[in-house]
């Protein structure tokens, strides 16, 4: 069992705080900084936030190909698909679809919140479910 899934939501946010990488705070400061609006709904950006979690890949946290800037309702709504706990994969593909208007039923997870990743082999499950992979 992966061990953010057995911690409180609270316990969980502090467990990730207290894991960052020494350079995180300049990492995110420096994209921020590129990037100041939300790569889904061009608001304010609040959150830097990272499209694998850190606690699924270590090696990707300061990469930022890994990041996207978002407002604190995308940031929970697409990044945590409404589940602190939760990330959400497809969260590239969401954000060209959303930002893009593209005619493709983007909120299909609104509809499927029982697939909600917390871990990597969740995710695979969950890319098959929507990428119509099974």
């Known amino acids: 069992m992966n061990i953010c899934s057995r911690l409180s939501e609270i316990e969980f946010l502090k467990y990730i705080e207290s894991n960052r990488s020494i350079y995180w705070s300049k990492t995110r400061n ?3 900084k590129h990037y100041p609006v939300c790569e889904i709904c ?3 950006a609040k ?3 990272h499209i ?3 606690h699924i890949h270590s090696g990707l946290e300061l990469s930022w190909s890994n990041l996207i800037s978002l407002c604190d309702n995308c940031h929970f709504k697409y ?3 409404e589940n602190w706990k ?3 994969p497809l969260l590239t593909i969401d954000q060209l679809l959303i930002r893009y208007d593209l005619s493709y039923n983007n909120l ?3 509809q499927e919140k029982e697939f909600r990743p917390y871990t990597d082999q969740d995710a695979e499950k969950f ?3 929507f990428l119509c992979r099974t």
Do not use: F
């Open 52 to 54: 694998i979690p850190v």
């Open 47 to 49: 959150v830097v936030h």
């Open 127 to 129: 890319m098959d479910k």
């Open 86 to 88: 939760s990330w959400n």
């Open 79 to 81: 990044g945590h698909l």
């Open 108 to 110: 299909r997870w609104i």
């Open 42 to 44: 061009v608001r304010e």
């Open 30 to 32: 420096e994209y921020i």
